[in-house]
């Protein structure tokens, strides 16, 4: 469904004044970093229209930018078409969209569909930290096995092994047993029985790309949970269900949201590397990105010489990325912050705005 919006300069003025405003917005001690950031000051005065296509999760987040940019820029407007991600790079190489909003990682195919159109790579600017445990909302993933196992941590060679079955990161064979990571005892033969969500979802994309170095080769005998329908529209969430079968199974492993909890089920700590730090999967770490399996929402536009950067478009992430807009990600509530590191980055990144 189209949503377009166009904020006259009284609603904007209302914005101002409301208490609502970002300033206004209490910084939890976790997010405290926020307050570090820059400020938006504009480089220009820009007006147009910024047509945004993609995920429906964000509709809410990018209506609070919405009216937050227009208070320094009350000539811009906006129309959004937020119903999937699958949506928006088509927009962009169509050019009936110049901004890509994604929820999820890009896949393949969709980068070399706007390459082969546009002649030019896709333009990825990161614009928040995505969800700790809200699967429509890009969650960082955790790793979680049943209470009563000894183990505390793993790192992102013995993840492949055991989620894997092609070990692209080196590891010489698969990981079937408890006694491979070092338990033992009774724990030393007993088998590994791993749990996910379904395999065909963006979270278990993303570790394949990231963990499994792109491979596709899952252990045979993962068992994906997926949501089950209940009475009235309602159904009990798929990667709640994986966290709560570990209650049941103490040979259990799971991948699943790290926000995620059940009394009988502990979540361990992740490292990249055996000889790396073990980061243990808590907001503040996903929020700073110590945490290994965070993820990131990344917008995307259109940056080449065949499809040049909508100046209104760039002014706006200019304005996402500043302390009022990742201010305005707390008062969403699911959604992350970015650090000062990483906002930095994006904004050297960014096009000027012409």
């Known amino acids: 469904m189209r949503v377009a919006s166009r904020l006259s300069a009284l609603a904007a003025l209302t914005l101002l004044a409301s208490p609502a405003g970002a300033k206004n917005i209490p910084v939890p001690a976790w997010a405290r970093y926020v307050r570090s950031l820059p400020p938006y000051r504009p480089r220009r005065q820009v007006s147009g229209t910024v047509r945004s296509w993609g995920h ?5 987040m990018m209506r609070d930018w919405e009216h937050g940019f227009h208070r320094f820029q009350p000539r811009v407007e906006f129309q959004d078409d937020l119903a999937s991600s699958a949506a928006a790079m088509a927009g962009l190489y169509s050019r ?3 901004l890509g909003v994604l929820a999820r990682e890009i896949v393949p195919m969709e980068a070399a569909a706007y390459r082969k159109v546009a002649g030019q790579p896709a333009f990825p600017i990161t614009v928040l930290t995505g969800s700790y445990g809200d699967p429509d909302k890009i969650m960082a993933l955790g790793v979680f ?5 000894p183990l ?10 055991i989620f894997g079955a092609q070990h692209l990161r080196g590891e010489r064979g698969n990981i079937r047993t408890w006694g491979q990571l070092g338990l033992t005892g009774a724990w030393s033969k007993r088998p590994i029985h791993p749990y996910s969500g379904p395999a065909d979802e963006a979270p278990a994309f993303y570790f394949s790309q990231t963990v499994m170095h792109g491979s596709v080769l899952w252990n045979c005998r993962l068992q994906q949970l997926d949501d089950v329908p209940l009475p009235g529209g309602k159904h009990v969430d798929g990667y709640q269900r994986v966290v709560d079968a570990l209650a049941k199974d103490p040979d259990g492993i799971a991948l699943t949201g790290a926000g995620y909890r059940n ?11 055996p000889d790396g730090r073990y980061i243990d999967p808590t907001k503040a770490n996903v929020a700073d990105r110590r945490y290994p399996l965070s993820r990131a929402v990344k917008f995307y536009i259109n940056d080449g010489p065949r499809i040049p950067p909508n100046p209104a478009v760039v002014e706006f992430l200019r304005y996402i990325l500043s302390s009022d807009g990742q201010r305005q990600v707390l008062r969403e509530g699911t959604f992350l912050p970015l650090t000062p590191t990483i ?9 000027p705005s012409m």
Request: no cysteine; proline share 5%.
């Open 56 to 60: 429906g999760f964000l509709k809410v």
């Open 96 to 98: 009936r969209a110049n």
């Open 152 to 161: 505390s941590r793993l790192n992102f060679d013995q993840l492949d092994a």
């Open 145 to 149: 096995i049943n209470k009563s196992n």
């Open 343 to 351: 906002v930095r980055r994006q904004l050297e990144k960014l096009p």
């Open 263 to 273: 009394p009988n089920a502990k979540v361990l700590a992740i490292a990249v590397r």
